[in-house]
């Protein structure tokens, strides 16, 4: 095999809220990856594997989250009772 073909690489991660079927009020996704050689495969991610990804990245959301909304008061010149 060329050295192309085998060198794979994660393109996506999906996690989505399920809101209805048998996963419904869990989260549950996909990950890709992908070869230079446009070959992919893909994998599912089940709800009891999608929880240690949630975890892992929910604190930067928080943060994320909380330093937009202050750079939004800020941009609108709204005040900021912090």
């Known amino acids: ?3 192309k073909r085998d060198n794979w690489k994660l393109e996506k991660i999906e996690l989505e809220f399920q809101t209805w079927g ?6 549950a996704g ?3 990856f ?9 994998f599912k991610v089940r709800p009891d594997m999608a929880q240690p990804y949630i ?3 929910a604190y930067d959301i ?10 939004l008061i800020e941009s609108l010149g709204l005040k900021n009772d912090k």
């Open 22 to 27: 048998k996963d419904k009020g869990k989260y």
């Open 62 to 71: 928080v943060k994320g989250a909380e330093s937009l909304g202050e750079r």
């Open 1 to 3: 095999m060329s050295e």
């Open 30 to 32: 996909r990950i890709r």
């Open 34 to 42: 992908s070869n230079n050689d446009h070959e992919s495969f893909t």
């Open 55 to 57: 975890d892992l990245i």
